[in-house]
Structures are given as structure tokens and as C-alpha cells.
């Protein structure tokens, strides 16, 4: 069995390779030293090789006369130009009347929302809303405390504010203050998508 003495190539390795492992703040340095080493790496390699060429927009494709021919055509840029994603102006949304439906939907959506005696957890306050929810708003009035709300009845008629084809503004007074509901035609019926006070 060769005895290990603190001389040669072997015992110089020994030290290299048990250095990480000698105290905690051994490692941790070993750890950052190699993470700043191929963090260096990484930006001065791409450098150091060269990026390759590429061609200036405009410019004509390089062919090159000594390539060998293999019978299948190679494809040529096209010229034209390709049109951007929002090529034409934005539609406006179109005004429509008011749909009856959209405008029940709101007062029955207010009507619920009012309705929150002392205790009502959030889910139970919220399953009387869910019906007449888009299911995207859902998680957004998951996180209203019924507790907070300053108002406990619905005070007068709704009164439609604008009114497009796909979705309705309705205020709708309560005895604490008017609320401004946007109904939206879902396809599967109108559903409230937002609200917020009303000016």
C-alpha cells in the first residue's frame, strides 16, 4: 500500500479537490468563485469567437458560385414586405340600444351585492353573484370583504349610461353610493365584468 506523504503531484490534487470541502465558507466562496467564472465565460466566449455575419436589411443574399448543386432549388428571400399584426385602425366599438337583458342582469348583480348581513362569509356573498359573473371577474370579487360594503339596498331604477353592441354601462343607486356596472355579452348571456362608484 503506497503511504501518502505531503509531496507530489497527487498530494497537490488532494489539497485542490478537498479545499470546497475544509469549512462552510470554503464551499460558499468555491461556489460564487466558480459562478463569477462562467458568469466571465459566458460574455467574453461569444466575443472571443465572433458572432456570425448577418445580412444588413436591403441587402442582396451572397451566393457563391463554387457551391455544389444538388438539384434541389434554394429558397429566395422574398422582397416584400410582411404587414404588421395591427395593419389597419382599431374598429370603435358601435353603439346599439340598450339590451333589456343586460340591464335586469345589472340590477340583479347589485341586488346581490347589497345583500350582506352580519357574518356572510365571502364565498356565500359570492355564490349569489356567480351566476351573473364572467368568470374572469370572479377571483377579483373573491377578494372583497362583503363587511366593507357601505350599502345594503338598492334605492331606484338602473339608468344606462353607454351602450354598445357587446356591452352595456349601467348605474345603479343604492342607499350608499351609485354603482357603475359593465355588463358584457359573453355568448352564453350577459355577465357583469366590472363595476366601480359612480361619479
Do not use: C
Not at 66 to 95: I, K, W
Not at 98 to 125: L, R, Y
Amino acid at each position: 500500500m503506497p503511504i501518502r506523504t505531503n509531496r507530489g503531484r497527487a498530494a497537490v490534487y488532494r489539497r485542490l479537490w478537498g479545499f470546497p470541502l475544509r469549512s462552510p465558507r470554503h464551499l460558499a466562496g468555491t461556489i460564487v468563485f466558480l459562478a463569477i467564472l462562467v458568469t466571465a465565460l459566458g460574455i467574453v466566449l461569444p466575443k472571443v469567437m465572433g458572432k456570425p455575419a448577418t445580412a444588413t436589411p436591403g441587402a442582396p443574399a451572397a451566393t457563391s458560385s463554387a457551391a455544389p448543386t444538388t438539384g434541389v432549388a434554394a429558397p429566395v428571400p422574398s422582397t416584400e414586405t410582411l404587414p404588421t399584426r395591427l395593419s389597419s385602425p382599431l374598429l370603435t366599438p358601435t353603439s346599439a340600444p340598450p339590451s333589456p337583458e343586460a340591464v335586469n342582469v345589472a340590477k340583479q348583480w347589485a341586488t346581490a351585492w347589497v345583500n350582506h348581513p352580519a357574518g356572510i362569509s365571502n364565498a356565500d356573498w359570492l355564490n349569489g353573484m356567480r351566476a351573473l359573473t364572467t368568470d374572469e371577474f370572479l377571483p377579483v370579487m373573491s377578494t372583497v370583504d362583503p363587511a366593507n360594503i357601505p350599502a345594503t339596498r338598492v334605492t331606484g331604477e338602473p339608468t344606462v349610461q353607454s351602450s354598445f353592441t357587446s356591452s352595456v354601462k349601467v348605474i345603479v343607486p343604492t342607499d350608499g353610493p351609485k354603482l357603475s356596472i359593465t355588463v358584457v355579452n359573453t355568448g352564453a348571456g350577459w355577465r357583469v365584468s366590472d363595476y366601480d362608484q359612480a361619479s
